[in-house]
């Protein structure tokens, strides 16, 4: 085996473009393992954890960019760095001639005097330096950057509340502003719901399913997946809150977000009773009770969020397609599957999709284990190693440090489901597979071989295996949303109409009679 190693001084992309070009160099025939990085720490970490680092790459500046290629042969090491360098070439070329490019934030503001958005996607070292850069300059900020302080968090969102300002993030995938898509969004129809998320894929999700039931999105504000901690307090989904308030195209409020701090939650709650428009709240695992006794429209999940959202926004319920979960569908699956099957086994490129599948099977069984649970005595004790009823997050950052987020790259988790498809005693795999801008372009074609070698290598043992997809998008989206869910279903593989039933269809699936 051989390894080709290049280091640019000076040479700086962001992690979005980075994660990109890795991925494809990573599909380059013959290459064993590629990986395109700025010299960071962690960058540094990942390469020593796979055996690539060597004494100069130890020595590299965060401002250095890396490119280390493994192959079998020397030659294949030079043949793929000669297409990853077109891989730049092709990258610069697209951009235009047009385009002007600005060196800092402050000739970005000064010459470009009508901007008032700024998504940085910087390094976490230089990303609290480059948005305070931006609300210095009047500037909202989508931080889509993670590895920022919490300590740099607080005090960048103080700041945006003082200035009348957004401050989406640090660690914010997804937003639609003024009907634009900003890193991981959907192509929604324009209207008059408007979003604030805590959670990324969990605002993906009720977007989406707001315009499946007909109805549109004004706005969707990203927070930043620590905002409703103890610690940041919820300042920037309350000032969501405040800002869908006074916007005149939003009709309906939806606030979605992953289990927050009780206080905090009791913080936005109380918050609804200044809102002169309806508020849908789901917050996944959350209190019907608490919800309903502040004013707000309780949501238990992200479907019942979209729905009740689109009543309230005018909508006729009547004549809206609810997606109801299939009955006979259940009943044909299990009885497919042996005694021995019974669990439930969740491999997620979504964090919200995760949790939302994972908080149903709790109200049915105690034995639900997780790399997110809700408690510690449910964590995995290897995340390698299911136990029972598992659910893996693949977006979480221990599988994402110095790797592409799985809506980036979906192959990271293969290897896990060809694993668990070995199993004899799972009785489900569940995979989601999200669509959308910044997303795969073809992420259902990337797992396809595994699933068909998986469904071949169980008929051959007399085994059926049962694989669940769930594909989040919309018949806008650049992927072809209708041609994503045909090549599951060729493969076959069972579709879920939505996360909710995902999670639901699952648990009947394994359900022996008890």
Do not use: W
């Not at 000669?82 to 697209?94: R, V």
């Not at 479907?303 to 006979?328: T, Y």
């Not at 997050?393 to 293969?414: C, L, N, Q, W």
């Amino acid at each position: 085996m051989s390894t080709k190693t290049v280091i640019k001084p000076n040479t700086y992309f962001d992690s979005v473009s980075l994660m990109s070009l890795s991925t494809k160099a990573n599909q380059i025939e013959g290459v064993e393992q590629a990986v395109i990085a700025m010299g960071t720490e962690m960058n540094k970490e990942v390469l020593r954890n796979v055996g690539l680092i060597t004494p100069e790459l130890e020595a590299v500046k965060t401002g250095d960019l890396m490119i280390v290629v493994k192959a079998a042969t020397d030659e294949l090491c030079e043949s793929a760095y000669a297409e990853i360098e077109k891989l730049f070439t092709q990258k610069t070329a697209s951009k235009g001639a047009s385009e002007i490019k600005y060196p800092t934030i402050d000739s970005a503001a000064q010459n470009i005097p009508d901007a008032n958005l700024a998504v940085i996607s910087v390094n976490g070292a230089f990303a609290a330096r480059e948005a305070r850069k931006a609300l210095e300059n009047d500037l909202h900020v989508m931080l889509f950057s993670d590895n920022v302080s919490i300590e740099d968090e607080i005090e960048l969102k103080k700041l945006a509340h003082d200035k009348g300002l957004l401050m989406m993030g640090p660690d914010c995938g997804t937003a639609i502003i003024g009907n634009v898509g900003l890193c991981f969004a959907n192509k929604v129809r324009k209207g008059n719901v408007g979003i604030v998320g805590a959670s990324g894929t969990g605002s993906q999700e009720v977007s989406v399913r707001i315009h499946d039931f007909g109805g549109g999105v004004s706005q969707l504000i990203g927070t930043g997946g620590r905002d409703l901690t103890e610690q940041v307090g919820g300042i920037m989904m309350l000032d969501g809150m405040k800002a869908l308030n006074e916007d005149e195209e939003t009709k309906v409020i939806v606030l979605i977000s992953k289990p927050p701090a009780k206080s905090v939650e009791q913080k936005v709650l109380a918050e609804i009773q200044y809102c002169k428009k309806p508020v849908v709240v789901c917050f996944v695992g959350g209190s019907e009770e608490d919800v309903v006794k502040a004013g707000g429209h309780f949501a238990k999940t992200t479907k019942e969020a979209a729905l009740k959202a689109v009543v309230l926004a005018g909508a006729d319920e009547s004549q809206i397609n609810k997606r109801a979960l299939n009955l006979p569908l259940i009943e044909e699956i299990k009885g497919k599957l042996s005694p021995e099957q019974k669990y439930i086994r969740g491999l997620f490129c979504g964090g919200t999709l995760c949790d939302e599948s994972m908080y149903l099977a709790m109200e049915k069984y105690e034995d639900v284990y997780s790399n997110i649970p809700k408690t510690e005595e449910y964590r995995l004790k290897d995340v390698n190693v299911s136990q029972a009823h598992t659910f893996i997050d693949f977006g979480d950052d221990e599988y994402t440090k110095g790797k592409p987020h799985p809506m980036i790259d979906p192959s990271s988790r293969i290897s896990r489901f060809l694993q668990e498809a070995k199993d004899p005693s799972v009785g489900v795999i569940l995979m989601d597979f999200v669509l959308g801008f910044g997303s795969h372009e073809d992420p259902v074609g990337v797992t396809l071989p595994a699933i068909i070698k998986a469904k071949e290598e169980a008929a051959k043992e007399g085994r059926h295996l049962e694989i669940l997809g769930y594909v989040l998008g919309t018949d806008a989206d650049n992927q072809n949303f209708a041609d994503q869910v045909a090549k599951l279903e060729s493969a076959g593989v069972t579709i879920a109409s939505s996360s909710t039933n995902t999670g639901l269809l699952a648990i009947g699936f394994v359900e022996k009679g008890e």
